[in-house]
């Protein structure tokens, strides 16, 4: 039987991808609206004092632009799949850019909600570039050929 040149392949891998996105998904959904409602007060303590030097905007604003950003790229995640490459380099490249934030309240030792301690603070800066691989790997295409198991001729 041949696949339609649009079809997507139902492979593990795609079902494993689909899974991992729609993990992403809910994981920035939830740290966006984080930023916004019950955790705001406690991240403005992670933006570093130089962003108000360069932007217009001061920490509660980057907390609130952050966790707007957060919650769309969430919902573009799942809702664009044609552009899902392209939002996956989108959120990876948000990750990339909060990871300052990340490294200043390690190095401040300002405590955060979920980032209590130095040992916590540390660990989350080598979560980041698994983040990045996260996002870009869950949204990448499945070819027919990667997800079809070797045959043997």
Do not use: C
Not at 24 to 48: D, E, N, Q
Not at 53 to 64: I, N, R, S, Y
Not at 92 to 106: L, S
């Amino acid at each position: 039987m041949r696949r339609r040149p649009n079809s997507r392949p139902n492979g593990p891998l795609s079902v494993i991808r689909s899974i991992a996105r729609w993990l992403l998904a809910g994981l920035l959904v939830f740290a966006g609206l984080s930023h916004l409602f019950w955790a705001r007060r406690g991240y403005r303590i992670v933006v570093p004092d130089w962003v108000e030097q360069v932007t217009p905007l001061d920490k509660d604003a980057v907390v609130v632009a952050s966790g707007a950003a957060e919650v769309l790229l969430g919902a573009a995640v799942v809702g664009l799949p044609r552009e899902r490459r392209r939002v996956g380099a989108l959120v990876a490249a948000f990750f990339v850019a909060v990871f300052p934030g990340n490294v200043h309240q390690w190095r401040t030792g300002r405590p955060a909600p979920l980032m209590r301690s130095d040992r916590a603070r540390f660990i989350r800066l080598f979560l980041q570039p698994v983040l990045v691989a996260w996002a870009l790997w869950s949204t990448a295409p499945v070819t027919p050929d990667a997800a079809a198991p070797a045959r043997r001729r």
